[in-house]
């Protein structure tokens, strides 16, 4: 499958730090990616179970170490499969891990902006559209040259206790804003699918104590604050946080039929 080309016309983002955290995150990213893997799982068994028919060709967006695109070459090995990923040490383990596979070709993109061609039959992403904003254009975008939009994403509502400490102390913390379920469902509504699929869910992952939970999303590169956050003392927020926090995910499945 030929690589893709990117558009220019969507709004600019500063994507260089958000790479580089991940690419410097890439060989630790699975042994700390608890949740990412197990929202994989489920989001791959939801879209077996909406009988969308086999694809002939994927494309995956922000493919990460290949969590999910391992899942979709077993479960579709005829499929011809695109992975790709802003951050190359992603690409290059998720290309290390499944191997010299023909049907499966990789490609470095910002996937906001990528023109796939040919046009795939599905294009799918896992725990990666909450780092676009604004994301309805992407999703526009990449409705208008798929049959199949699929997505898991993370919603608002996540890591309540972390946001929590930091309200406690009239702090803002340097998470990002994901989108609401709610808002996001109504939006794609409106972009005249015929028919639209989700589902949320919740998971949960322990950490012994704040600083943990930090490290947590810094050794899987996720730590890249919102933008304009300045960066605070966390001593407070940690010392509130010292014996233990719940780190819930709230998370959203999506799947868009044109
Ligand atoms: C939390 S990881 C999820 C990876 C994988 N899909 C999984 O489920 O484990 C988010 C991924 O999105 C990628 N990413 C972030 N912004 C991106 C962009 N603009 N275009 C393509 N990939 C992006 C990151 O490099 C990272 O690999």
Redesign the pocket.
Known sequence: MPSPHELTELPE?H?AP??RR??AA?QH??QA?HI??Q??SLFDAWLADLHLGTPARIA??????????RLLHARYPDAALLA????PA??EYCRNTLGATSNIQYQV????A?CFDPVPDWIV????FQ??DPLLPVLRHHLAQSRVLAF?LMLDGSFLEWRAAHAQLGLLPGLRTCPDYDTLLQACREMGASRIHAQRISLTEQHANGLLFADSLRI???DQPRPGYQPINLRPVLRQLQNGVHANYEIGFFCIEK
């Open positions: 983002m994507t958000v790479a991940f690419s890439a990213y699975e990616a990412q893997k929202a994989a995956e967006i922000g493919c990460g170490t290949g969590l999910l695109t790709t990923d802003l951050a992603m690409l993109c910002d996937g906001r990528a992403s896992a725990m990666c780092w676009f898991s899987i590169g996720a």
